[in-house]
């Protein structure tokens, strides 16, 4: 079976295709993605009407570009798979609509997808650490622009939430910051960078997140940062206070004209945001004992967050899958992975499927 798959969540139009075999074994045959990240940058983050727009003009083309790339036809097309939640609004309505259109169209069955699900599901497309997990159940970590969730999945789609922030992400505090630091949008890849830069400034024998924790600027609390794990007994995020408290640190050293490093800044921010990952990620482990990690999202592409997931696991005992970093971001391939998953569990979706902000598992 072959399986389009589109996703128009928020800034990237994404059209994948996938072949699933009888054996269950899922191979990309197409994967065309048109990034937006040009226009917004001129704003330092996504202006939602104009993504909506950028998703209407790219979102055809792209679908007919990625049927060439497969070699296939749209009557050989067996599932179409699309994104309806969470995400924006406009921009949803987008993938959602033209979704429909073509399901019926060429009378092909429809499923509808949840983002974060999507986001995991890349890791059965292809992992670079061990093998997804060939069964449920397992913990799913999405860390992202827009989530830093906890799930524990009983099956492939039934989810439940065991963390969250309970304000800002993960993703949006490294690009609120980096902005501040002069680092272009979106910021995650600059801001890993600059933190590695950091790193080997504060401790060159170990330029690691052990290293630093080691080292004497640590202890010392110079650049003393919250960490976002809440304490209350929660898997639970706040990541909020990290972003205000970077913020009135760096105006602080600017306006006292004091000196200020940038990259070792960096390396606070990053050792803090990923010490509280790891952090919550292990009171979930302790409450699923044994259970399999699948790491996802735009965030998982940090170096330093995979590096400690990988020494968080290696304690643990578990194994820790992670798509490559080609399939991080937002991208078809992953819709039409978990799209595969609503189809056997027999959750098809017809032409009154609407798109909905709504953030819900």
């Not at 970077?246 to 945001?273: C, D, G, M």
Request: hydrophobic content about 40%.
């Amino acid at each position: 079976m072959y399986i389009l798959g589109i996703e128009s969540s928020c800034d990237e139009t994404a059209v994948g295709i996938l072949r699933a075999d009888p054996d269950g074994r899922l191979s990309p045959c197409a994967n065309r993605i048109n990034s937006q990240v040009p226009v917004h940058r001129l704003y330092g983050g996504v202006v939602p009407e104009i993504a909506s727009r950028a998703h209407i003009e790219s979102i055809s083309a792209l679908a007919t570009d990625a049927l060439s790339e497969a070699g296939i036809s749209p009557s050989e097309v067996g599932l179409v798979a699309v994104t309806s939640h969470p995400g924006l609004i406009g921009a949803l309505l987008v993938g959602v609509n033209f979704a429909k259109a073509f399901s019926f169209a060429h009378d092909i069955p429809l499923v509808s997808v949840n983002h974060m699900k999507a986001h995991v599901a890349a890791a059965w497309v292809e992992s670079t650490e061990a093998p997804a997990p060939e069964a449920p159940p397992f913990l799913a970590l999405v860390v992202s622009g827009g989530h830093t969730s906890l799930y524990h999945a009983a099956t492939w789609c039934d989810y439940e939430e065991i963390g969250a922030t309970r304000d800002d992400a993960i993703g949006e505090s490294f690009d609120k910051v980096g902005r501040l630091l002069g680092l272009p949008y979106p910021a995650g890849a600059a801001f890993d960078r600059l933190a590695a830069e950091g790193f080997a400034a504060l401790c060159p024998s170990d330029p690691t997140l052990n290293g630093y924790a080691a080292s004497p600027a640590f202890r010392r609390g110079e650049l003393h940062l919250p960490s976002p794990a809440l304490h209350d007994g929660t898997a639970d995020f706040s990541f909020s206070g990290l972003k205000t408290a970077s913020v009135n640190l760096i105006h602080h050293h600017r306006q006292k004209n004091e000196p200020f490093s940038p990259a070792e800044f960096a390396a606070a921010f990053t050792y803090e945001a990923v010490e509280a990952v790891c952090r919550q990620t292990e009171l979930a482990l302790d409450r699923f004992p044994g259970c399999p990690l699948v790491a996802a999202g735009g965030v998982s592409a940090n170096s330093h967050l995979r590096q400690a997931l990988r020494r968080l696991c290696k304690k643990r005992g578990i194994s820790l899958s992670l798509p490559p970093l080609s399939l991080c971001g937002d991208n078809g391939l992953m819709v039409c992975a978990q799209g595969y998953r609503e189809y056997l569990a027999g959750h098809l979706a017809d032409v009154s499927l609407n798109a909905s902000a709504a953030d819900s598992i």
